[in-house]
């Protein structure tokens, strides 16, 4: 039995570049201590590839009425055919090292239910990778020289114990909002929702959205509507990695740091809940961190004039 199952489903590798960095995501997989992979999909390649690395190839993932595997499915797929502790699913675009299993063993010794997650460092790798030993140390080189770490939005990868997240929407993979919604159900049910960012590096190959029709990104794609719709709206799909309750540092899960952005969307939540009856959009407005950072500015600018001395003038 393994500790962690990692699960995916791929884009098509009928694409060079996209060939390169699943292959890429794949091999780092196949190297990680006590993980068995599992991928799904009937893409062009991917049983191919499964092959490959060493991953079991998972048939009969169900699918929406466009093609795309839908979330749920995958769920419960590798739930059926895995007996690991822990389960993950992450983009297939994704390079894991051993950094993350590391976390995953710190996290299960703490606490029961949770999920964990991180921000991603953004990279541009256009060949094939070796590796040979050392790769790690090759790569962590490489992204401190030229990786870029991602905004908190956006996750590419969830690890939570087996018995979590029993009920999914059907969720079309790899479209927008099903990410922010297992943030949301975390927050939800209770359970620690830890960003393991200072603990753990996870690289992301970049890449165009030509797989997609017209090339664009899919966040205004008729499957990211509906997975928005089956997320509840979009008080929903808010949630992102500034909504972590813990983090992990130094294998130990301390409270996140207080930030401006992490504070006021701290405000944001509590205005959602006491004003629901306000559109999305106006909550929104009342909780954008520059508008209120600037309020409070000009708020001590005039607190500080009219505490000036008797005939001094305010420094400007």
């Not at 791929?10 to 196949?30: E, G, H, V, Y």
């Not at 062009?44 to 590839?49: L, M, N, Q, Y």
Request: overall charge neutral.
């Amino acid at each position: 039995m393994s500790l962690i199952t990692l699960f995916s489903a791929p884009k098509p590798f009928a694409d060079p570049r996209i060939a390169t960095i699943q292959n890429n995501a794949l091999s780092s997989w196949s190297k990680l201590p006590d993980v068995e992979i599992f991928l799904m999909g009937e893409e062009e390649g991917i049983s191919e590839a499964a092959a490959r690395v060493g991953a079991r190839y998972l048939t009969g993932v169900w699918r929406n009425d466009r093609g795309t595997p839908l979330v749920s499915s995958m769920i419960h797929l590798a739930r059926q055919n895995s007996s690991s502790e822990m389960m993950c699913i992450v983009n297939a675009d994704m390079i894991i090292m051993r950094d993350l299993p590391e976390a995953a063993l710190n996290v299960a010794a703490c606490t029961r239910k949770y999920v964990l997650l991180s921000r991603r460092w953004d990279v541009s790798i256009d060949d094939p990778m070796d590796f040979s030993d050392g790769w790690e140390d090759h790569l962590r080189e490489r992204v401190r020289q030229c990786g870029e770490l991602h905004r908190p939005a956006g996750s590419d990868f969830f690890l939570f114990p087996r018995e979590c997240y029993a009920k999914v929407p059907d969720f079309a993979v790899g479209r927008a909002g099903w990410d922010n919604w297992m943030i949301y159900r975390a927050r939800q049910e209770g359970w620690p929702v830890i960003d393991c960012t200072p603990s753990v590096m996870v690289v992301h190959q970049n890449h165009d959205y030509g797989h997609l029709p017209g090339g664009a990104p899919h966040y205004s794609m008729p499957e990211s509507n509906e997975n928005i719709r089956l997320a509840g709206g979009d008080a929903a799909i808010r949630y992102t990695v500034l909504d972590a309750t813990h983090c992990l540092d130094a294998g130990r899960l301390v409270r996140p740091p207080i930030s401006w952005p992490r504070l006021m969307r701290g405000v944001e939540l509590v205005l959602r809940a006491v004003f629901s009856f306000l559109p999305s959009h106006t909550i929104e407005e009342l909780a954008r961190p520059k508008r209120w950072k600037k309020r409070l500015t000009r708020m001590l600018g005039k607190r500080n004039d009219k505490t000036d001395g008797p005939g001094e003038k305010a420094t400007r």
